[in-house]
């Protein structure tokens, strides 16, 4: 269908037992291969840097004052902002000229149609929603998904439901999924689950949830969401990602963000 990026299908990876064999083998991958891997770095909340094979650089929802430390050097080609809160939207924050593209159209009235394409990267925003009632309450939240050199990276931001069919359909395969599990205007843990299940992501990165940066926030910590999930490992604040790599079941991996 349309919004579908690529109709790619890549062979499976042989099963991976554990976290650390398989981080081995994206680490062996990265040497293994001239072109080299994309890499995703996170500043905490739901604020990501995404560098592709070929250098294109996209930051996800930059957060605005919120208890983080304010990184001052992050420089883009690109920018997504999901919807604007000041949490997700602070676009000031990224140096270099970057191009914003946001999910919402003005007032939150309704989504934008955002297909971009620069080098490896293809963008989309999708529709996705703060309730459980298409938006009605707590208003809409676009999911931007991020293809880069192939490793496609589905950014939920603080959804509060399951995405749409239609969101799920133009997803297909996800790589890596940022996923909130803290609750509050976002999915919490058990919705966390369900969406983690469905999608079937080879890694579920968690996001939106309260760490010491964020004490005061109504949102909860990460613990009721890693509970009693296999697979779960603590990778630091920068992971590098490589298509052929990645593990065949489902791997949490909570990201630092210092
Ligand atoms: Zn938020």
Redesign the pocket.
């Known amino acids: 269908m349309e919004i579908r990026l690529t109709a790619r299908s890549a062979a499976v990876p042989r099963a991976l037992a554990v976290l650390a064999l398989t981080l081995l083998v994206v680490a062996q991958g990265a040497q293994a291969t001239a072109g080299g891997t994309v890499t995703l770095q996170y500043f905490g909340h ?1 604020f990501f840097l995404v560098t592709s094979v070929e250098g294109v650089r996209v930051a996800l929802d930059p957060f605005g004052d919120i208890g983080y430390p304010m990184p001052a050097e992050v420089e883009a080609d690109l920018v997504t902002v999901s919807h604007e ?1 000041y ?2 939207n602070n676009v000031a924050l990224i140096k270099g000229t970057p191009e914003i593209l946001r999910g919402l159209e003005p007032g939150g009235r309704g989504f934008t149609r955002v297909r971009h394409a620069e080098k490896d990267v293809r963008i989309a925003a999708l529709p996705g929603y703060h309730d459980k009632v298409q938006g009605k309450e707590r208003g809409l939240n676009a999911i931007f998904l991020v293809e880069a050199s192939g490793v496609r990276i589905a950014h939920l931001s ?1 959804i509060g439901d399951m995405p749409p069919e239609e969101t799920l359909q133009a997803l297909g395969r996800v790589d890596v999924l940022l996923v909130p599990v803290g609750g509050g ?2 999915l919490d843990a058990a919705d966390a689950s369900k969406v983690v299940e469905r999608l079937k992501p080879a890694v579920a990165i968690p996001i ?1 949830y309260k760490t010491a940066a964020t004490a005061r926030t109504g949102l909860a910590d990460e613990r009721p969401f890693l509970e009693g999930k296999p697979r779960i490992g603590r990778v630091g604040s920068t992971v590098r990602l490589e298509r052929a790599g990645l593990p065949a079941k489902t791997e949490i991996w909570l990201m630092d963000y210092r």
């Open positions: 739901a809160a949490d997700h603080d205007h976002g939106h």
